[in-house]
């Protein structure tokens, strides 16, 4: 599975927009790339995925560069309890294991 | 649906004991995972089962077992508990391996302390 570079931390006001970027420049054709966040300790919990194409749903959005070497998860309208660590994982469409990195500590301040 | 459980939620074990770490999901997932997570660390697989009866090793295998008799349970073994092994133990399931939505479900965690 390809590896993952993201920021160590981030800060982002409350109710503006949070913009978390990944690299992932070793991507091959069939891993998809995963968001997941961790919330104080909880079990990580599933954001939201893709494997070329933008993608959307009730918590973010994901943006993937054409060539596909980076990505950004986008949470429209950061509130405090977005404060987590976001893990941006890629992975083969054939494989069952989710590899996490260290992730990036986002700190929604009010 | 109860998704993931693990039981217990904290232990205490003395270097030397050994322990099972259980966890059951009732979302009918064929995959399951156990990850462990040291203080200010991300998340290290342990071990992985693509269905009942199969089970492979993850990064951090060393000091575990695993089995899987059923589809709904996947209990980690400790022997002879090591303080290395003081960490966050996380159980995960999903239907399959990517590209399927809502990827994985993790349960609560074990937090265990070896003294």
């Known amino acids: 599975d390809a590896k993952t570079t993201q920021p160590t931390s981030m800060d982002c006001a409350e109710g503006r927009a949070a913009n978390l970027p990944c690299n992932h420049s070793?991507?091959?054709?069939?891993?998809?790339v995963y968001w997941y966040r961790q919330i104080h300790s909880q079990g990580p919990q599933y954001i939201i995925h893709?494997?070329?194409n933008n993608e959307t749903n009730e918590m973010a959005s994901l943006i993937i560069t054409e060539d596909r070497k980076s990505s950004t998860l986008i949470l429209p309208h950061a509130t405090l309890r977005d404060t987590a660590v976001y893990y941006c994982?890629?992975?083969?469409?054939?494989?069952?294991?989710?590899?996490f990195g260290q992730g990036t500590t986002l700190q929604v301040k009010p | 649906n109860a998704g993931v459980t693990q039981t217990p939620k904290f232990r205490i074990l003395k270097i030397g004991q050994s322990m099972t770490l259980q966890c059951t999901q009732d979302?009918?997932?064929?995959?399951m995972y156990w990850y462990r997570q040291d203080p200010g660390m991300g998340l290290k697989l342990i071990y992985y089962?693509?269905?009942?009866?199969?089970?492979d090793k993850g990064e951090v295998p060393n000091g575990y077992n695993v089995s899987r008799s059923t589809t709904e349970d996947f209990p980690l073994r400790l022997e002879l508990a090591a303080p290395s092994q003081t960490s966050v133990y996380f159980c995960?399931?999903?239907?399959?391996?990517?590209?399927?939505?809502?990827?994985?479900?993790f349960g609560s965690g074990t937090r265990l302390t070896v003294v």
């Open positions: 995960a399931s999903s239907y399959s391996g990517a590209g399927y939505g809502n990827g994985y479900t």
């Open positions: 979302m009918n997932h064929n995959y």
């Open positions: 089962s693509v269905g009942a009866g199969i089970t």
């Open positions: 070793t991507i091959s054709g069939n891993e998809y």
């Open positions: 994982i890629v992975r083969a469409s054939n494989t069952g294991k989710l590899i």
């Open positions: 893709g494997l070329k």
